[in-house]
């Protein structure tokens, strides 16, 4: 009886160490438990303390989002408490999050505006430091119910994207900022200023827009002089987008100068006018006018204080709709009314970009590629792109190794429990894997594995085929087991 218990624990330890014994039919994925630090307010110091405690994550939403409702469920415990604790805040309940690069932009609900300037502003910032913890997220912007904030009661000094400062008594850093307001009799134009702003770029191939934050110097805080700054900005080429297209000059086809209208019912709109030679200046540089009209209202929108949307006019044209074409698979037509371009009219245009790892001659190399944010943390979207192969919008150019694109439907399942993601394709991959030579079945084998391990938390993977478990496909790889990330082939 000795001898079979230990002979059973052998080959216990012996079997691969896999979350789900079969292969996952759809996709089905258990929460990920780990630890989360918040930041508070400490109590009558205006410097920020932290409490660490585990939560569940679920798998394919972004871990911003049970933050932050973590966050706003804390009630203070006498050491630390929550700024606006006495408002009931919570998220937007449209687009509550946007994720593009290392921007996290957050939506409130309009119970945020029942705060004070300073208490907003503190709010702003223990949640970026709760935000920021991972590493992953850099920059935070904050709007309300889709609509950019500001420091000053008089809505001309921006509240801007916010990153992350753990030391800083935040009572002090407000009094600073706002020390740059405007006074009731000062001039506008001589209040000079410097904030970090969400810049949208074109994506390659006019696929969508791709956010970059930097610091930029405001000569002064007119309205004139704001828009212009962004006009500037947004027509340097990107610092650190490698799969956006830089804009023209766009200061240099004004008709006008920009200006702020009111809109019925609160706020503001930016009115832009820029002469015909625009359009033109735009097409050579591979960027469609709906792209291009995505870019700045969303640019605008996310910094300009009360900025209800943009109005447009290029040549004779008063930009009442737009029709998306080339690759970006949106609404036929969107429709403005009274001009008006919203934020949320560009929503789908928003793009986060995913790691793929291909073929360079005899090593791999990671790509970028541009995916519709809302979709970029779903495992299917990573799985489903590499297997689609290399685009001419990728970062850089690269072999995809299995020679014909797939589809959705060759993903049988996806299923993801603790760190293991197990993936069961159709028979066609499998038929892909063994048209290879076994060299080449390697290098597609850790193409693939170190694509998954891009995800958040995965570091194993396993494979099934047409719900099967392989042993040896082209001869170069044995397929059964868990595969871990390769650093090592990757250049």
């Known amino acids: 009886m000795r001898r079979l218990t230990t002979i059973i624990i052998a080959i216990l330890l012996f079997l691969p160490l896999s979350g789900f014994a079969d292969a996952p039919t759809g996709d089905v994925s258990e929460p990920v438990i780990k630890s989360a630090v918040f930041y508070y307010c400490k109590t009558g110091t205006g410097y920020l303390g932290s409490i660490a405690k585990n939560l569940s994550f679920p798998v394919g939403r972004l871990d911003a989002e049970t933050l932050i409702r973590e966050w706003l469920n804390f009630d203070g415990d006498g050491l630390l408490s929550r700024p606006g604790s006495g408002a009931a805040l919570s998220l937007a309940a449209s687009q509550p999050l946007e994720l593009s690069g290392s921007t996290l932009t957050v939506n409130l609900s309009s119970s945020a505006l029942q705060l004070d300037k300073s ?103 007119s309205a004139q002089q704001v828009l212009n700054t962004i006009l500037s900005e947004i027509s340097k080429s990107a610092q650190t987008l490698s799969c956006a297209i830089p804009l023209p000059s766009l200061t240099s086809f004004l008709a006008a100068v920009p200006s702020l209208a009111p809109v019925s019912g609160g706020g503001v709109k930016a009115c832009f006018s820029f002469t015909e030679p625009l359009n033109t200046a735009l097409s050579q540089q591979g960027v469609t006018r709906s792209v291009f009209l995505a870019s700045l209202c969303y640019t605008v929108c996310t910094f300009y204080p009360e900025a209800m949307g943009i109005d447009v006019t290029i040549g004779e044209t008063h ?95 996806i299923s993801i429990s603790g760190e293991l993601l197990t993936i069961n394709f159709s028979s066609a991959v499998k038929n892909a894997f063994l048209s290879l030579d076994s060299q080449r079945e390697r290098l597609a084998c850790y193409a693939l594995v170190n694509t998954l391990c891009s995800l958040p938390n995965v570091r194993r993977v396993q494979f099934y085929f047409a719900n099967s478990d392989e042993g040896e496909l082209a001869g170069g790889v044995y397929w059964g087991g868990d595969f871990w990330l390769n650093p090592g082939i990757v250049r």
């Open 119 to 221: 208490e907003l502003y503190a709010l702003c910032q223990c949640l970026t430091n709760t935000l920021t913890e991972s590493g992953s997220i850099k920059y935070v912007n904050f709007i309300v119910e889709g609509h950019p904030l500001s420091i000053d009661i008089r809505g001309l000094l921006p509240l801007g994207a916010f990153s992350r400062s753990v030391g800083t008594n935040v009572e002090s850093a407000y009094e600073i900022l706002a020390s740059r307001r405007v006074s009731a009799d000062g001039s506008a134009e001589s209040q000079s200023f410097d904030k970090s702003i969400t810049l949208y770029y074109p994506a390659l191939y006019s696929r969508g827009i791709l956010a970059e934050t930097r610091s930029v110097s405001f000569a002064g805080q």
């Open 319 to 413: 930009i009442s709709n737009v029709s998306p074409s080339g690759v970006f698979d949106g609404e036929s037509r969107i429709d403005f009314t009274d001009y008006l371009q919203q934020r949320r009219s560009y929503s789908g245009f928003l793009m986060n970009t995913i790691s793929l790892y291909y073929i360079e001659d005899d090593h791999l190399t990671e790509i970028m590629r541009p995916v519709q944010q809302s979709a970029a943390a779903l495992p299917r979207t990573t799985a489903l792109e590499w297997l689609r192969g290399a685009a001419p919008y990728d970062s850089k150019s690269a072999v995809y190794p299995l020679g014909a694109a797939f589809y959705d439907s060759d993903i049988i399942g």
